[in-house]
């Protein structure tokens, strides 16, 4: 029953580590980096059209594997694959809401 | 000097209405009594220590219902205005624009500050006395969570009396909610209220899925769960995936309304269409995540009062789960006449009919688990009963909405304003009625007195269908939502008429559930066994009211339904499981953190309100320092000696 009630989180009941300083500061360096890039591409107008955005989506999607690896810890599962579970819910659910929206508002003669 | 003191209240405070007077009087005197009779009787302490610094999830969750329940009336109270208003045709009871307040505030607190607190109240009192744990995952947190929905419904509420209320609809659809729409602070208060609760419902979610995954009592497998845990879960993982998206809608909402922003505004690029959409794909879910509980507590109640196992275990959680991922995408149903084409209407009208496929099977087990059975009627029973017949009625006029064609004459109609008050009433409000009535013994160790309780299910339910019923018809000839009056000609009185009756006739259930619980506390009918209802679950096992640590030793489940199987074996002649040796029990101290906290929260919120910059920025200053304070405060636990637990254990036992 260690776990139980305890409010800061007993790390024996957890599998696997957090991760280490240099993991984190690794990681925070990398996600700085990948917001500051699109961001100088948009704001000095480096690349325009299809080019600036193949460069936004790209940073974002780098940004979404940084956050994965390096706070969320998919590398670290052991027993249950909840992990990985998850993230095929996250994925499902982010595609819908981009996609759906996507396709909803191209159908939409409105606009 | 004076006059721009005058000018200032004036703008300040809503002015100009007796019926707000009124509520103003009632405020003052209400918080005078509060604050005379905790003083008179020396309680301040007590409330503090008892319970606002609480992480004990049973108080936590009496909170919860206690707050819900004030809510319920609030929004019930907001109902009957307006049917008063329509009960006859061109009525002069509430100009058009207090109306509109009136409806918005309605659906907001009925939905968020009313069915999601009643909902997580019972999540907290019944989930971990169910798997078997000393608390939830995470103590903090749910104390947090609390303080955060009640700051947040607080700050929505104050918008009665200060500043004026939002007036765009509960989901108060832009352009109508930006500034050219509502220039006023009602909208505002609408965003900050729900942002606030919002982070703390999120933080709930979370805490109940690591609960249930985490902390179940050794032998507990995935299909030993008991239902209504199993619909905590799914609920949980819907709340997860939708209240993200609710957040950011509202952001961005704000945004262009403090900063000037352009997300959603018809110039400047903006679209509003985005915001519909964006809005229901949170909005779908949530009465998902409102219906799924009810259904694990008709499942638990059905099971118990039938003494019989629940029919089909295995469909039933499938059917849970297939609901809470499909929830996900058959948003698009709430706005058919936006009209996005066919292919679009025609892949949504598929999704929202298939998900009434799992919904049915669960009335199909319900049905079979009473088939044979031998049944008593109890309260709690006959709530589940009279939801059967409700929801599959509402569950149809659904599945007719649910046809995108139809749909464009029913669309904003009072066919779906019945409609949802049935699957909503009828499933969400009569599940928690009785899950209240069900474990009403089990948090405060008294049964509510049957006789009453029968009563207000009996007038509760002829007042639904006299409200209801008539509303499809009138909807049918014509009459659209969200009219503040209609004239004779129309033709509506009638019907309008007597669902007013109905309104009221609910309004007097209500007041006969108050003196139910009035009259249960001062004829106190002690609940000594701690199993009242001859239960199936492991929150049956333990003394009514459970004791500050739940269970004084951990118990080893390994079969479903393990109470009832042990009270079996027993019966049986058998020897009863042996008890494990008590061992000092690991608790959360209280904290003043979740309060501090959220009060902080409740600063940056009217600060941001008001674009009052020197209330928010401390408040926010206060969220950080609190922060930090809980960051570094490594005295959160203790231990409860062994001697004590037998102390306890025997005073409960004595009282047996």
């Known amino acids: 029953m260690a776990q139980h009630g305890s409010t800061h989180g007993s790390h024996s009941g957890h599998g696997g580590g957090h991760g280490s300083l240099k993991e984190y500061v690794i990681g925070f360096a990398l996600s700085i980096i990948l917001t500051i890039i699109p961001l100088l591409v948009v704001m000095n107008g480096w690349l325009h059209g299809t080019a ?60 | ?62 909170m919860y219902i206690i707050a819900s329940l004030l809510m319920l009336f609030r929004g019930g109270v907001d109902a009957l205005l307006m049917r008063t208003q329509l009960a006859f045709p061109d009525m002069q009871f509430l100009s058009p624009e207090h109306y509109n307040q009136v409806f918005t505030t309605h659906g907001v607190i009925m939905i968020l500050f009313m069915a999601m607190p009643l909902m997580f109240g019972l999540f907290n009192i019944a989930v971990p006395l169910q798997i078997g744990a000393r608390d939830v995952a995470f103590p903090f947190l749910n104390s947090l969570s609390f303080w955060l929905f009640f700051m947040g419904a607080m700050l929505f509420n104050m918008s009665f009396v200060i500043g004026g209320s939002a007036d765009a609809g509960w989901l108060s659809y832009p352009p109508l909610s930006e500034m050219t729409g509502s220039p006023g602070v009602g909208q505002d208060f609408y965003i900050w209220g729900i942002q606030i609760s919002g982070i703390g419902s999120l933080m709930t979610g979370i805490n109940f899925i690591v609960t249930i995954v985490k902390m179940r009592a050794p032998g507990m497998t995935w299909s030993k769960i008991p239902m209504f845990t199993w619909s905590v879960l799914s609920s949980c993982i819907t709340i997860i995936i939708a209240f993200p998206v609710l957040t950011v809608t509202l952001a961005l ?19 509003a269409m985005m915001y519909v959409n964006l809005i229901w794909m949170w909005g779908h879910p949530e009465v998902y995540i409102v219906v799924l509980p009810a259904f694990g507590i008709y499942s638990e109640i059905v099971s118990t009062f039938s003494k019989k196992r629940l029919f089909g275990y295995g469909s039933m959680v499938f059917a849970m789960m297939s609901i809470s991922l499909m929830s996900y995408f058959t948003w698009l149903h709430h706005f058919f006449t936006m009209g996005s084409g066919a292919n679009v209407n025609t892949f949504f009208a598929i999704t929202t009919m298939i998900i009434a496929i799992p919904t049915g099977v669960k009335i199909f087990n319900w049905l079979f688990t009473m088939y044979r059975g031998r049944l008593t009627f109890s309260t709690p029973m006959l709530w589940s009963i009279a ?94 939502r969200r009219v503040s009056t209609y004239s004779w000609d129309t033709g509506w009185w009638g019907l309008n008429f007597t669902s007013t009756i109905g309104g009221f006739l609910m309004g007097i259930g209500f007041l006969f559930q108050v003196w139910q619980i009035a009259h249960s506390i001062k004829f106190m009918e002690k ?13 049956w096992s333990i003394p009514s009211p459970a004791p500050l640590y739940n269970f004084a030793t951990t118990p080893q489940v390994t079969e479903r339904d393990d109470w009832w ?11 009863p499981k042996p008890q494990p040796v008590l061992e000092p029990i690991h608790m959360p101290k209280n904290s003043a953190i979740p309060f501090i906290q959220s009060v902080c929260w409740f600063a940056v919120g009217f600060g941001l309100v008001f674009h009052w910059l020197w209330i928010a920025i401390p408040g926010l200053l206060g969220v950080g320092i609190t922060m930090l304070a809980h960051s570094f405060n490594y005295d959160t636990d203790y231990y409860i000696p062994v001697d004590e637990i037998i102390r306890t254990e025997e005073a409960a036992r004595r009282s047996v």
């Open chain 1, 52 to 111: 600036a955005i193949i460069v936004l989506l790209g940073t974002a999607a780098l940004q979404f594997a940084v956050q994965l690896l390096f706070f969320m810890h998919l590398r670290e599962e052991k027993g249950p694959r909840y992990n990985l579970m998850t993230l095929i819910l996250g994925l499902i659910v982010v595609i819908t809401v981009v996609i759906g929206s996507l396709w909803i508002m191209a159908n939409n003669p409105m606009y």
């Open chain 2, 387 to 480: 939801f059967i017949p409700c929801f599959v009625v509402g569950g149809m006029t659904g599945v007719m909405l649910s046809v995108a064609p139809a749909d464009f004459q029913f669309h904003n109609s009072y066919f779906l304003i019945a409609h949802f008050h049935q699957v909503l009433i009828g499933g969400v409000a009569f599940g928690y009625f009785a899950g209240l009535y069900y474990w009403w013994p089990k948090m405060f160790g008294f049964k509510l007195n049957e006789t009453l309780g029968k009563w207000a299910f009996w007038i509760w339910n002829i007042g639904f269908y006299v409200c209801f019923m008539p509303q499809y018809f009138v909807g049918l000839d014509g009459m659209t």
């Open chain 2, 527 to 539: 609940d000594t066994t701690g199993d009242p209802w001859n239960g199936r679950t492991l929150e």
């Open chain 2, 1 to 62: 000097m004076l006059d721009k003191i005058k000018e200032f209240a004036s703008w300040f405070f809503v002015t100009g209405d007796p019926l707000i007077y009124g509520a103003d009087i009632a405020i003052a005197l209400t918080t005078a009594a509060i604050i005379f009779v905790l003083t008179y009787f020396k309680k301040w302490k007590w409330l503090w220590r008892e319970w606002l610094t609480t992480v004990d999830h049973k108080r936590v969750g009496i």
């Open chain 2, 253 to 271: 909402l704000f945004l262009d309304r403090y900063l000037g922003a352009h997300f959603f505004t018809m110039d400047g690029g903006g679209n």
């Open chain 2, 565 to 575: 199987e042990e009270k079996e074996r027993i019966a049986a002649g058998k020897a």
